[in-house]
């Protein structure tokens, strides 16, 4: 068996109609007037806000952009772009008093007004973690300090879904996320989370390699497919996967391509040029973050 790229190839003229015909098949069952998309100017929103229009019509799609004080000035400014050149209606609702009600900004790090210095300390620990601080924050086996960082990143997305569902409520809309197949196996989302919850997830089924193939065929703006994975998560954390994993987002697509195939680890490190402990690793990951893919669980009776 070949471990390349080539494994995500997809018949877009097939699937694209799908995905298309799903998205206004759920909105009509679902009895809305409409859709809202949590627009961040990702590749992931970007290309689900325009699969939205392309659904159910230009006029009929919301994009919700949901800025506060410590969001990345980018990320507006790219999803205004994909707004605007889709021609679609937006709405800012700035989100700085709910996370500041919410004790969002009481982390140590939150009170440092120089974002400069928070992103070079966040980097130099990164850099010299090799992603174990992921692996041990999803065992719950790390550093008070640690915790206290991703309750503060948590409770922002938490805040952000809130928010998103008030809108949506108010005017009869359906909430449609972007969350894709690559994130969810890793944990790599917010557990309750604007990149979690929605009433449809349309590339749930795909890889990230598989998305970016979308939309380019789309027509997602070439500024948005050359971004680079940004969470918005910390200052210093600029590419979810190469900062926090220390792999590319195509090497991981590969590796959880493997892993779901049932391929050993020394074949999946051999194809993808990665140490077998690298991928050992990521196995561990997909292992420990299953709760997060089958939330409020229960006992068998």
Not at 24 to 31: D, P, R, V, W
Not at 228 to 244: F, H, R, T
């Given at each position: 068996m070949k471990l390349d790229s080539s494994v995500f190839?997809?018949?877009?003229?097939?699937v694209i109609p799908v995905i298309e015909t799903f998205i206004a098949a759920k909105m009509n069952e679902l009895g809305r007037t409409g859709i809202v998309v949590p627009l961040s100017g990702g590749l992931?929103?970007?290309t689900v806000a325009v699969l939205c229009a392309q659904s159910v019509g230009l006029d009929k799609v919301t994009a919700l952009l949901l800025p506060d004080r410590q969001g990345?000035?980018?990320?507006?400014?790219?999803?205004?772009?994909?707004?605007d050149r889709l021609g679609i209606k937006t709405v800012r609702q700035d989100t700085t008093k709910l996370n500041k009600s919410g004790g969002v900004y009481d982390f140590i790090a939150n009170k440092v007004p120089n974002k400069k210095l928070v992103a070079s300390v966040v980097r130099r620990y990164l850099s010299g973690d090799d992603g174990n601080f992921y692996l041990?924050?999803?065992?719950?086996?790390?550093?008070?300090?640690?915790?206290?960082?991703?309750?503060s990143i948590y409770a922002k997305q938490r805040l952000r879904m809130v928010t998103t569902y008030h809108y949506a409520e108010l005017h009869r809309l359906m909430v449609v996320g972007s969350a894709h197949k690559s994130e969810d196996?890793?944990?790599?989302?917010?557990?309750?989370?604007?990149d979690d919850v929605a009433d449809l997830m349309p590339l749930k089924m795909l890889y990230r390699s598989?998305?970016?193939?979308?939309?380019?065929?789309?027509?997602?703006?070439t500024e948005v497919l050359e971004r680079s994975p940004n969470p918005e998560m910390l200052p210093g954390i600029e590419d979810k996967y190469q900062d926090v994993l220390h792999v590319s987002s195509e090497a991981v697509d590969l590796v959880l391509w493997g892993?779901?195939?049932?391929?050993d680890d020394a074949f999946i490190a051999e194809s993808v040029a990665l140490p077998v402990a690298k991928v050992a690793e990521l196995r561990?990951?997909?292992?420990?973050?299953?709760?997060m893919r089958h939330p409020s669980q229960f006992p068998q009776l």
């Amino acid at each position: 068996m070949k471990l390349d790229s080539s494994v995500f190839e997809l018949d877009l003229d097939r699937v694209i109609p799908v995905i298309e015909t799903f998205i206004a098949a759920k909105m009509n069952e679902l009895g809305r007037t409409g859709i809202v998309v949590p627009l961040s100017g990702g590749l992931d929103s970007s290309t689900v806000a325009v699969l939205c229009a392309q659904s159910v019509g230009l006029d009929k799609v919301t994009a919700l952009l949901l800025p506060d004080r410590q969001g990345a000035p980018d990320a507006i400014k790219f999803a205004t772009l994909v707004a605007d050149r889709l021609g679609i209606k937006t709405v800012r609702q700035d989100t700085t008093k709910l996370n500041k009600s919410g004790g969002v900004y009481d982390f140590i790090a939150n009170k440092v007004p120089n974002k400069k210095l928070v992103a070079s300390v966040v980097r130099r620990y990164l850099s010299g973690d090799d992603g174990n601080f992921y692996l041990a924050g999803i065992a719950g086996t790390d550093h008070q300090l640690t915790r206290e960082a991703l309750a503060s990143i948590y409770a922002k997305q938490r805040l952000r879904m809130v928010t998103t569902y008030h809108y949506a409520e108010l005017h009869r809309l359906m909430v449609v996320g972007s969350a894709h197949k690559s994130e969810d196996l890793l944990g790599l989302f917010v557990k309750f989370g604007v990149d979690d919850v929605a009433d449809l997830m349309p590339l749930k089924m795909l890889y990230r390699s598989q998305v970016l193939a979308i939309a380019a065929r789309v027509g997602v703006p070439t500024e948005v497919l050359e971004r680079s994975p940004n969470p918005e998560m910390l200052p210093g954390i600029e590419d979810k996967y190469q900062d926090v994993l220390h792999v590319s987002s195509e090497a991981v697509d590969l590796v959880l391509w493997g892993i779901e195939q049932g391929l050993d680890d020394a074949f999946i490190a051999e194809s993808v040029a990665l140490p077998v402990a690298k991928v050992a690793e990521l196995r561990d990951i997909v292992r420990l973050s299953a709760h997060m893919r089958h939330p409020s669980q229960f006992p068998q009776l």
